[in-house]
């Protein structure tokens, strides 16, 4: 079924990496808007109230008489993956410019992120989305959401097991059953990850959100 969204338009709701501020801020324009928390958004007959990756709520934004909605959120809600391409600054809706179509995270086809060490623990059926790579100060980084039904412990200790081998000297690692949490850093890394069950178009999958940055 062909999913639509009563509105008229869908404006980039994600933050830029160091490497594309340049570019962006040369392309930006100040203009006032207003933040309309009046709006009520139905996802396929169901009220969505979008919100960021830290779970905060996200206004819809009226300027010139237009509704602009996050892109990340309301593609989520839409089971359709959303990647930034910082290296060409474009916003990728639906998978990479040349699969001609949608993808939903569930099925995404975006690879593994540029910027991850070649020995990054991914689960095999790791589903890559929400990709936003960048560099500064000879430090690559990127972060990334990744679906997979690879149980939560088992995935939070070999995170644990991978990054004391990469040599973390501060750690904070809480793993279990529903969740695990880390941060971790080293003289050559630093790293988040958040682990959860999936919500939403998600159900069925656990969600890890990953910041990584390294030489």
Do not use: C, H
Request: proline share 4%; glycine share 12%; charged share 15%.
């Amino acid at each position: 079924m062909k999913k639509k969204l009563a509105v008229t338009a869908i404006a980039l709701g994600m933050t830029l990496t160091a490497s594309a501020g340049v570019y962006a801020g040369s392309n930006l324009q100040d203009i006032r808007a207003s933040l309309n928390y009046g709006l009520g958004i139905v996802v396929n007959g169901k009220a969505y109230t979008p919100k960021d990756g830290n779970g905060k709520t996200l206004a819809p934004i009226t300027y010139n008489g237009t509704t602009y909605l996050p892109v990340r959120s309301v593609g989520e809600a839409l089971g359709t993956s959303v990647t930034y391409d910082a290296k060409n600054s474009k916003v990728l809706i639906g998978g990479s410019s040349s699969s001609g179509g949608t993808t939903s995270p569930g099925t995404s086809t975006v690879q593994r992120p540029q910027n991850l060490p070649a020995d990054f623990p991914l689960p095999s059926d790791a589903k890559v989305y929400d990709v936003i790579e960048g560099s500064a100060a000879g430090q690559k980084s990127v972060t990334f959401s990744y679906l997979t039904k690879q149980d939560l412990e088992s995935l939070g200790n070999t995170y644990k097991q991978y990054f004391a081998k990469k040599g973390a000297t501060s750690k904070s690692e809480q793993v279990s059953a529903s969740s695990f949490t880390i941060i971790d850093a080293g003289s050559a890394f630093s790293v988040t990850l958040d682990g959860a069950p999936g919500t939403g178009s998600n159900k069925g999958y656990n969600r890890i959100d990953v910041i990584w940055s390294g030489k």
